[in-house]
């Protein structure tokens, strides 16, 4: 798991709700089974115009200074829909270290925390405000895992939720199956009972 | 003991160690892979010198990335293979994980094999790198859809750390009217809730209607959950789960299966289990659904109206205008009459015999109106199989839709099938995004009937007026 404490910078504001992750990352643009090249393909529908790709002025992570934003402000239920992890790859390969937003599709927050991104859930007024007060470019935040706060550069600091082993994991930067496999007694143990209490789950295929 | 709703009875039974801070390590019975993030994560654990810790209890199949027409089994050998699955291939044959390749009679979309041949049980735990895993909660699994990072850390040690998750009960209450099912019942609740209204929430899908559903229905009932904002859906196995289940290849036979039933029918939730959230919906007058934006919150009746952003204020306002321009469609029309271009039936929803049957049923000696590409996809081998030993191949090809090989095709555009030029699509699918079946497309979603009724109209079309004609 990659290492992160704390996200300082400029926060870009994309406050739309249920932006699902096949605007992050559309189908069309997962043309190879590896982890790599996913910068260029962030938000591609939104980004670019036309077949030859030209930039879109208008969309916010093309303009300074949200092209270098390492900080997202976004709208309920963020990363919804697919959990192709390669809408996290995107925006990780992009510069985003940290997302605020009301809430965010479940299996794309998981896939966040296991890409160095820390995804931040403030109440909906406070996401809403700072997406306004973001609309200028001077909003900066500070997104603060050891102290599980979001800061406002001279401004209130709000306070978010995240899991206690999370959090852990992420202050520290473990390898979680490494983790999980110092228990390997305890799995092979419940797997011991479990064969008996369930032999049918255990049953060999029939090939 | 504490009475307890059925996912803290499974839950329970495959808790490991409590980590403290309401984790647990829990035990994953079945890990399903597919092509598309299959490769990449087993390459991960290769390259930190991992294995699978029990390739057993591992299936792969191919379904994303595949083309969908006839002869794709050549063209997918050799130099012109397609990287996924040849990267696939190559993956699972070195990790020892079988794999449903496309020449094998089981191949399909993992969430219609994955129960269809037995791998999926009730009461198992089963995890796979797609968000419509919880499919398979339909036949009382709790499965639920991970990354492919979380998904090397299944593979690797056969658990995975999770919180216990928030307890939702939906009763779906009061009878199904003809002519609406499951499809309907998951977009009314998703229309009137909200794309975020499952809240993470496992949630218990009760009630007469969901009993009355068969188990193909509660598939797809369980399918949409992550659609309506759900960690996960399920419904209690009951008789007719068992029933289902009994004769499939990999399920238990027998004196085992007699074991294992009465096992199953003991993880109803009990009568005073707690909840952290319920939510009720009438289905005694509920009519066809259909979709008219870009979420499938989106929802309404069919016989409805597009809303008046008007009505709405700030960034609810601003969503609805958005989506209203990207579908272009007008505020107040009614949706029956809009015209469509393309009509699709398939994909993990909606692509088992039942629903080929039930479009079958309106397509039966009536014509697919001209200019309408359709296209039919049934969810595995053995569906299309079986559609055939029916004749239903039959019948959607003399109604003018093409009938196709099994996979996840244009449930969403991966540059392999195309609805060619078509800008708008009446679809049995689960996701209306923008740009989800094709850059600028539009997409209906709405149950096989309705999109059946569609394509022979031209324009949404309510099927309870063909079916009665």
Known sequence: M??????????????????????????????SPGREGYAEKLFAPWRYLGPDRRENPDFVLNRAPFRAAPILIAGENFGCGSSREM????????????????????IFRANCLRNGILPAALPAATVAGLAERAQSGSLVLAVDLERREVREAGGPAHPFAVGEREREMMLEGLDDIALTLRRKGDIEAFQARDREARPWIWAGAPD | MAPRTIVEKIWDLHE?????????????????????????????????????ANPALVYGVVDHAVETLPGRLER??????????????????????????????????VHVVSPEQGIALPGCTLVCPDSHTGTVGGIGALAWGIGSTEGEHAVATQTLVRARPRRMRVDFDGRLAPGVGAKDMALALIGRFGAAGGDACAIEFAGEAVRALAVEGRLTLCNMAVEFGAWTGIVAPDDATIDWIAGRPFAPEGAMLDRAAAHWLGLASDDDARWDARRALDCSALAPQVTWGTSPQHAIAIDGAVPDPARATGAAR?????????????????????????????????????????AAAILRGRKVAPGVKAIAVPGSAQVKRDAEAEGLDRVFREAGFEWRESGCSLCFFAGIDSFGGARRVITSTNRNFEGRQGPGVRSHLASPATVAASAVAGCIADPRALAAG
């Open chain 1, 2 to 31: 990659e290492k992160l404490v704390r996200v300082e910078g400029v926060a870009a504001p994309l406050y739309r709700p249920n932006i699902d992750t096949d605007l992050i990352v559309p189908s069309r643009e997962i043309t």
């Open chain 1, 87 to 106: 809408a996290v790859w995107a925006l990780r390969q992009f510069g985003i270290r940290a997302i605020v937003a009301p809430s965010f599709g479940e």
């Open chain 2, 16 to 52: 490991i160690a409590d980590l403290g801070g309401g984790q647990s390590l829990l035990h994953v019975d079945r890990i399903l892979l597919h092509e598309r993030m299959g490769p990449a994560l087993l390459a991960g654990l290769a390259q930190a010198g991992r294995g699978p």
């Open chain 2, 76 to 109: 997918s050998r050799g130099a012109g293979a397609n990287a996924f699955v040849a990267s696939m291939r190559e993956r699972t044959a070195a990790a020892g994980i079988r794999l449903f390749d496309l020449d094998d009679p089981r191949q399909g979309i």
């Open chain 2, 318 to 358: 601003e969503a609805l205008e958005r989506a209203l321009a990207y579908m272009d469609l007008s505020p107040g029309a009614p949706i029956l009459g809009t015209r469509v271009d393309a009509a699709f039936i398939g994909s993990c929803t909606n692509s088992r015999l039942p629903d080929l049957r039930a």
